[in-house]
């Protein structure tokens, strides 16, 4: 996935609002962009260091600059803009970069299923094999070297394991993937010490079929782009 067009860099001063985001420019200019994140964001923040920002030309935004990098104080990039994930997760599966989700003739997105009225991101369909119905969560996550998800307690999460477990049960095949857009994250485990409950409903959803895959991105200014595979720790 490119940036186009090209990403401005500034430095965060702070977010507030949830959705809205202070930075100066390298002129000294303070700007308010979007930040396109529903969760915590916890260490995703440095005040400080540096940020990157899209613009968009559509002149009825309020908020022309949204948030798309960080960078921590170790010099990982972070991708902030959880809406990406998805988009990463197709362009993953079209070039075949993700094995387990390969041979499938037909891809459909934020399809209508479940008894719970949700939208699976991705379902993918082929005349000799069951439906495979995936979830994308993006995980942005590192505490002592390790990442988790979610970062705050999630009840739309828990929702989507529910489902997902329905799905496995039905005897289609049913998928949690998730797209790690932070480059210091090398394994992803249910951040339980965050959100128990979507701990247990992940390991109740894994008994019944539900399988876990996650992978890593390659980060820069220009393009992110899926490249590896991340090891999973229940």
Same mark, same amino acid.
């Given at each position: 996935m490119e940036f186009s067009p090209k990403l401005q860099s500034g430095k965060l001063l702070k977010r507030y609002k949830r959705f =809205?985001? !202070? &930075?100066? =420019?390298? !002129?000294g200019e303070v700007v308010t962009i979007h930040c396109p994140n529903? /969760?915590?964001? *916890?260490?995703?923040?440095?005040?400080?260091? *540096?940020?990157?920002? +899209?613009? +968009?030309d559509n002149p009825k935004r309020k908020y022309s600059r949204t948030w798309e990098l960080m960078e921590t104080p170790e010099g990982h990039l972070i991708g902030v803009n959880t809406g990406k994930a998805n988009h990463l997760a197709v362009e993953a599966i079209e070039a075949g970069v993700i094995k387990e989700l390969a041979n499938y003739s037909k891809m459909r997105k934020e399809v209508k299923y479940g008894s719970e009225n949700s939208r699976i991101d991705i379902l993918l369909s082929a005349a000799d094999k069951p439906d495979c119905f &995936?979830?994308? *969560?993006?995980?942005? @996550? @590192?505490? !002592? /070297?390790k990442g988790y998800f979610p970062d705050a307690v999630t009840t739309r999460g828990q929702k989507h394991l529910r489902e997902l477990a329905e799905v496995a049960l039905s005897g289609n095949r049913a998928v949690l993937l998730f797209i790690v857009q932070h480059s210091g994250i090398r394994q992803v485990s249910p951040a339980t010490h965050i959100d128990p409950k979507y701990s247990e409903l992940l390991k109740e959803a894994i008994e019944k079929g539900v399988e876990v895959l996650a992978y890593g991105a390659e980060i820069s200014p220009q393009m992110i782009t899926i490249k590896n595979k991340c090891t999973v720790v229940l």
């Open positions: =809205l985001t !202070d &930075i100066e =420019l390298a !002129d529903t /969760g915590s964001m *916890k260490n995703c923040q440095f005040p400080e260091h *540096k940020v990157w920002f +899209s613009t +968009s &995936i979830e994308v *969560k993006s995980c942005t @996550l @590192l505490e !002592d /070297g």
